[in-house]
């Protein structure tokens, strides 16, 4: 009996029967064989073995985060409610082939000492500039999550997509992002506002954003009233990051603001969203203020 047989087995929702030659099958191989037959020998009158159900039901498992220091062992239903909230679920390092895996704070140092990335730490709402086409991971000074501007040719330029790492069972949150680079000059720039990607990378960048600034290798701009070609290898983008609720939304043609207060525990965030008042509702508060 393999393995990943006996991981379905333990599921409290699958039965186990035993042919009377003896073989074992769960409920779900069995259905697909259909007419109550042995999924091994095809053999009649299979029966429901409870006393195999229980043995198995009193296996303990090491959680899939063994390799990163989680030393927990639990029954196969405990184990997945375990898994969702362990702490050493890992991020992955985004260098090719680098291979690393860990906490957030370890793959943050990593990035900086071995692969000499460059570390710029940040507020949301606040922006910062950072190369465009350098190595190097933004971390935000209140909460700690790490962000990064994911690079792939496409064509005759470089698509970029912001995304965050941190592990695949993180509070689920949504940020928002905002891009813009000088192109062609001081009066044109390329620009774009997203929704940021979150990943852990376990699978690597390559299934990364489908949205993404596609800026090419060169634009041409007007100098002293000639016509020249711009090339933005060495150019420095401009960044802004906010958690869900402190982007802007144009709704009916006036702009809304929407503010967000957060409090911290254990790493993760809770936010409320208040709405600034518009029209004949903010002129009602100030009436009343002015009372």
């Known amino acids: 009996m393999d393995m990943g047989m006996m991981m379905t087995m333990v599921d409290v929702e699958v039965s186990l029967s035993k042919c009377p030659d003896g073989h074992v099958t769960c409920s779900r191989c069995r259905d697909n064989i259909g007419d109550n037959r042995c999924n091994y020998c095809a053999a009649n009158g299979c029966v429901r073995s409870r006393a195999v159900e229980e043995f198995l039901g009193r296996i303990s498992f090491s959680c899939r985060n063994q390799q990163y220091g989680c030393?927990?062992?639990?029954?196969?239903?405990?184990?997945r409610v375990h898994e969702r909230t362990c702490h050493y679920d890992p991020c992955f390092c985004p260098v090719h082939r680098c291979g690393f895996a860990g906490p957030a704070y370890d793959l943050e140092s990593h990035l900086a000492t071995i692969h000499r990335w460059e570390v710029i730490n940040f507020r949301y709402g606040e922006s910062f500039q950072a190369p465009a086409f350098d190595s190097a991971i933004f971390r935000c000074e209140d909460y700690g999550e790490l962000f990064h501007i994911s690079s792939s040719r496409e064509g005759l330029g470089t698509a970029l997509s912001m995304i965050c790492?941190?592990?695949?069972?993180?509070f689920e949150e949504e940020f928002t992002y905002e891009?813009?680079?000088?192109?062609?000059?001081?009066?044109?720039?390329?620009?774009?506002?997203?929704?940021?990607?979150?990943?852990s990378l376990r699978y690597g960048v390559g299934e990364g954003s489908d949205v993404f600034l596609l800026v090419p290798d060169k634009l041409p701009g007007v100098e002293n009233g000639c016509v020249v070609e711009h090339y933005l290898s060495g150019s420095r983008i401009n960044i802004c990051l906010n958690a869900r609720g402190s982007d802007f939304q144009l709704i009916a043609g006036h702009m809304t603001m929407k503010f967000e207060r957060a409090t911290c525990w254990n790493g993760l965030r809770q936010c409320e969203q208040t709405e600034e008042p518009q029209g004949s509702e903010k002129l009602q508060q100030?009436?009343?203020?002015?009372?």
């Open 71 to 79: 030393e927990v062992f639990l029954l196969h239903h405990e184990m």
């Open 165 to 170: 790492i941190r592990p695949d069972n993180a």
């Open 179 to 199: 891009l813009k680079m000088p192109a062609g000059g001081r009066r044109h720039r390329l620009q774009i506002q997203s929704t940021v990607w979150n990943t």
């Open 286 to 291: 100030q009436e009343e203020g002015n009372r």
